[in-house]
């Protein structure tokens, strides 16, 4: 019980007098577990004032104390109950206060750590101090309630604080250790302390549900073992308020795991064993303070555990024999713990499993093998030690065979089969020309004498003879691209059967080549543009035998015409506007599938005059026309490509037009007179056009395109333009046929005229 604070008088008189001094607040704890210090008194000086707090009980608490000390070392004394003075105190520690800070001084340990037991992460356990400046005197949070944990158990080891079946509140917290804050809804709580193992080291029942708004500091304080340590007080856990209160929170009685009270017994079965009750599990397991558990069981995967509500039941795996180890295991929800048994499984014997022997069919006079040994399985021996039978149980003739009418016989003795004891191979052959339908009953048995059975049909069909190549196919040779070529008009002189079967003819050419058998003819037609040699197999088939016959056919070598040259510039229908100008002509390169040096024949032509240039190489020509051109005069121009041996025209003849140039009287050289803006050419067009117009002077010139309803589609022309002839391109492509309309703007001078795009 704190009974009273004491300022000494004069302390108080020199406070007054000294103005730069600022009031803290400081809450001292008694946590000393000497029970010799059960009361004390502490003493705080700064130079000649002395503040003496009186008679604090152990785990009790001062209210939280204004100390107007800022920035002067401070001396704090802890000294026996009822001391005269600070000269009482049995330690004194140092400390320094800043301004506007809240402490906390929590006091804990022994006077002679020889008289008590050690701390056993080897912290020091002498009388000593913990200070902090961080304490609360309300939660931050509204609402919450915040506290610190401070761990004073000298005898406890590292500590986590933790909620039950909920968070860790404080962890890895060492004697002496002061935690930061944790913000708490109000509530009632089962508070754990555990040590590094996990262990409940003690539990209390914290209740926070009237502290809403509230800050505290919790303390851990006494002893874990008192009668090692001078029979002091029992550990157990508080808090501290802002205002002196101290709370004791009751401690829980620990939960305790449950036990194996009855262990189960190892088992014994035979192998393949039905499913049964091992025992009750509630016999097996008992805990003090949870008469309801769970259950939980395991094995190593050779038998098969299972609970039906708490029994336990057991069930084999298919042919396991040996040793299976099972675990059962019961909780309380905290503890866990586990029941191990064996189960020893003897061995059984079990008859082999013989399955799938696939029914046989062989041509008479031919042989059949078969491998016993992949349709037998025995989980107790390998198949070395399995032993194989045969018996041939029925034998027929079907009608297709020749039998019934035809009178034609057979026995189970036509039948032969022979088995291999080292290699299980069974081998089916028939008595000189015997066919027919047998039932066969094979058998598998094993060392102990377990035997199982299967059976199946074998058929051995009459004999049938192949066709015959009576008269091989003579190589051929056929012309390049030279279409579908008949070598073979009736296949049947080439390839005979001397059952006069039907035969059914194929043929497989290789790359270059299609090869097919129609009509019973051999029809042979080359891959564009191949040529080479080609193997060519052709066969025929009576439905049980095919023979083949290989010929070679040699494609000759045809020369291939190149590709027409395409031509690109001076695009069809250009205005060559000075024909004193050289002009450079340009086409896309032709492609000579034979791999042949091509060369080109450039040609311009008109009504009257007619010029060439061969033997270019070079995909593009300039041409100085100044003096072959002619004013008012279509050109038409064209390139030839040549291989060597053909000589093949481009794609396309293009349009070349020198205008009249005296119809705006602009001879080269020479200034028009007046504006004017012609017609475009060609027109109608698709989708290029020309349009040409004349300055005579220089101005600021804008060329418009517009559609029916007088919208703008395109502008050709904005910029300055000097005096002279103009000529402008205009592309419809991305335009749907129609009428359209093109402006000239220069100075104050507008023409409007009409044109017609085509597609």
């Known amino acids: 019980m704190i009974k009273k604070l004491t300022i000494f008088i004069s302390a108080i008189f020199l406070l007054l007098s000294l103005s730069t001094l600022q009031a803290q607040r400081l809450q001292a704890v008694h946590c000393i577990s000497d029970p010799g210090l059960n009361v004390v008194d502490v003493y705080i000086q700064a130079s000649i004032i002395t503040i003496k707090l009186e008679d604090a009980g152990f785990r009790t608490a ?40 809240t402490y906390a001084a929590l006091f804990s340990g022994v006077q002679d750590p020889s008289l008590y037991a050690p701390n056993p992460d080897g912290r020091g356990t002498r009388l000593n101090f913990t200070l902090t400046n961080a304490a609360r005197e309300a939660s931050t949070v509204p609402g919450s309630v915040q506290f610190s944990f401070y761990h004073g158990v000298t005898d406890a080891p590292t500590v986590d604080l933790a909620v039950r079946n909920g968070a860790t509140l404080v962890d890895n917290a060492v004697y002496r250790d002061l935690s930061a804050y944790n913000t708490m809804t109000p509530g009632q709580y089962i508070f754990d302390i555990k040590n590094q193992a996990g262990q409940i080291i003690a539990a209390y029942d914290v209740d926070f549900a009237a502290y809403a708004d509230s800050a505290m500091i919790f303390f851990y304080s006494g002893f874990l073992d008192p009668a090692v340590n001078q029979n002091g007080a029992a550990a157990g ?116 499993v013989l399955a799938g022997i696939p029914d046989v069919t062989f041509d008479e006079d031919e042989q059949f093998d078969l491998d016993l040994d992949a349709f037998v399985n025995d989980v107790d021996n390998s198949a070395a030690e ?195 100008l050289p002009l450079e002509f340009r086409w896309q390169a032709s492609v000579d599938v034979d791999g042949d040096v091509l060369s080109y024949e450039w040609r311009v032509v008109s009504e009257f005059q007619d010029t060439t240039v061969a033997g270019l190489s070079d ?40 205008p009249l140039i005296n119809s705006l009287d602009d001879q080269p050289g020479s200034l028009p007179s007046e504006f004017v803006l012609e017609q475009n050419y060609p027109n109608p067009f698709n989708p290029v056009t020309f349009i040409r117009f004349a300055l005579p002077e220089a101005l600021p010139v804008r060329v418009e395109v517009f559609n029916m309803l007088g919208q703008p589609v395109a502008t050709l022309v904005n910029e300055m333009k000097p005096a002279g002839y103009h000529t402008v391109s205009f592309d419809g492509s991305e335009l749907s046929s129609g009428i359209y309309f093109y402006r000239l703007e220069a100075g104050s001078f507008s023409q409007l005229r009409k044109m017609i795009l085509m597609k």
Do not use: C
């Open 619 to 658: 995909t593009s020509f300039t041409f100085d026309g100044s003096a072959f051109w002619q004013i008012n005069t279509t050109y038409h121009w064209m390139v030839n490509t040549g291989d060597g041996t053909v000589m093949v025209a481009s794609a396309d003849t293009f349009a070349l037009i020198v």
């Open 62 to 101: 001062y209210p939280m104390t204004t100390i107007p000390f800022v920035g002067i070392p401070l001396k704090l004394g802890i000294a026996p109950g009822n001391s005269t003075s600070i000269n009482d105190t049995v330690r004194s520690f140092g400390a320094t206060l800043q301004a506007g800070l």
């Open 386 to 580: 399995i032993g194989f039978g045969a018996e041939v149980i029925a034998a027929s003739v079907p009608q297709q065979f020749g039998g019934g009418a035809s009178g034609i016989e057979v026995d189970v003795d036509d039948l032969i089969i022979t088995i291999d004891p080292l290699t299980h191979v069974a081998n089916f052959s028939s008595t000189a020309d015997s066919s027919g339908l047998f039932t066969v009953v094979f058998t598998a048995t094993d060392p102990g004498s377990a035997a199982d059975t299967d059976t199946i049909s074998v058929t051995v069909l009459p004999a049938n003879d192949p066709p015959l190549l009576a008269n091989p196919i003579a190589d051929a040779s056929i012309l390049e691209d030279s279409g579908e070529n008949v070598l073979v008009a009736d296949l049947y002189t080439v390839f005979s059967d001397v059952d006069n079967d039907v035969l059914t003819f194929s043929a497989v050419a290789g790359a270059g080549l299609s090869a097919a058998a129609t009509g019973d003819a051999l029809r042979v037609t080359p891959d564009p543009d191949f040529f080479g040699d080609v193997e060519v197999v052709v066969t025929a088939d009576d439905g049980m035998a095919n023979v083949s016959d290989t010929l070679t056919v040699t494609v000759e070598n045809v020369n291939d015409a190149p590709t027409p040259a395409m031509l690109l510039a001076p695009v069809d229908g250009f205005m060559l506007d000075d024909p004193t």
């Open 237 to 352: 856990l508080f808090a501290a308020l802002p205002g002196g209160e101290v709370i004791a929170f009751p401690e829980v009685i620990p939960n305790q795991p449950p036990f194996v009270a009855a262990p189960v017994a190892n088992q014994t079965r035979d192998e393949d064993f039905s499913a049964y009750t091992v025992a009750d599990l509630t016999t097996v397991f008992s805990d003090p303070d949870t008469p309801v558990l769970n259950y939980s069981v395991s094995s190593d995967g050779n038998t098969v555990p299972s609970l039906n509500g708490n029994n336990l039941e057991l069930a084999s795996v298919p042919d396991f024999f040996g040793q299976s180890e099972v675990v059962v295991s019961a909780g309380d929800g905290e503890y866990t713990i586990s029941d191990t048994f064996l189960v020893t499984v003897n061995p059984v014997n079990d008859p082999p």
